[in-house]
């Protein structure tokens, strides 16, 4: 089983919309939690943390947290055509900054 | 300009060759850490370490080998004992985390090596 799982897409959105995305785990521990945006042939590029349940917002986007459910998601509102790229969930192990890695689900805005 | 940079950004080496990837950070970072990204799959990490002079196994240590003498550089080198060493490798770095809590990683602009 693997320790983070996400949808690999790809997930297509119109300009302008609402672009959900969702990551599960494993580990009941977890208690960090991070999205990073990928773009093609690039470096992971930290886009959120969260720590505790409910929402964290950062202009267009929000993280929600479930520890309950083991669930995280990433909320992009009016997605743009610069938001296309893999976006990687990574959670990390109680105690530590041990982080384990979703393959990544990729975005396409399409204009 | 603090950040982490990461030399060459690509690398072409013969099979049967060790190579040694450079990885250098000035944000005073204690904790530095080695990934690989293999094509449409997520980061695995392959050694990380807490401070100078003590480093840790990850996931995938097998065939790779690291040093830190200096809080600011964590120099990996593969080595022919790594079966499939072509891959994106990535460095990154983080504050040394507290008592259950996991701070942010951030990431050099990675090494694309191919071996042939």
């Known amino acids: 089983q693997k320790e983070v799982e996400q949808n690999s897409g790809p997930l297509s959105v119109p300009e302008g919309a609402i672009a959900s995305l969702n990551c599960t785990y494993s580990d009941r521990g977890s208690q960090s939690f991070f999205w990073y945006r990928q773009y093609s042939g690039k470096s992971p590029e930290l886009i959120m943390s969260i720590y505790s349940n409910g929402d964290k917002e950062d202009g267009r986007f929000t993280a929600q947290l479930n520890k309950a459910s083991q669930y995280v998601s990433l909320l992009i509102r009016d997605s743009q055509p610069s938001d296309s790229a893999t976006y990687l969930c990574?959670?990390?192990?109680?105690?530590?900054?041990?982080?384990?890695f979703g393959s990544g689900t990729k975005l396409n805005v399409k204009p | 300009d603090g950040g982490i940079t990461q030399s060459p950004k690509y690398l072409f080496r013969k099979e049967g060759q060790n190579v040694t990837l450079s990885c250098e950070q000035n944000l005073n970072h204690d904790a530095m850490y080695w990934y690989r990204q293999d094509p449409g799959q997520g980061l695995r990490l392959i050694y990380y370490s807490q401070i100078v002079n003590d480093f840790q196994k990850g996931d995938i240590a097998e065939g790779y080998s690291v040093s830190r003498e200096k809080k600011e550089s964590f120099p990996l080198t593969v080595t022919s004992a790594q079966k499939n060493p072509t891959a994106f490798y990535l460095c990154?770095?983080?504050?040394?985390?507290?008592?259950?809590?996991?701070?942010?990683?951030?990431f050099g602009p990675g090494t694309r090596l191919t071996v042939t």
């Open positions: 990154a770095s983080s504050i040394t985390p507290l008592t259950g809590v996991s701070y942010e990683q951030y």
């Open positions: 990574a959670v990390a192990a109680y105690n530590f900054n041990k982080f384990y």
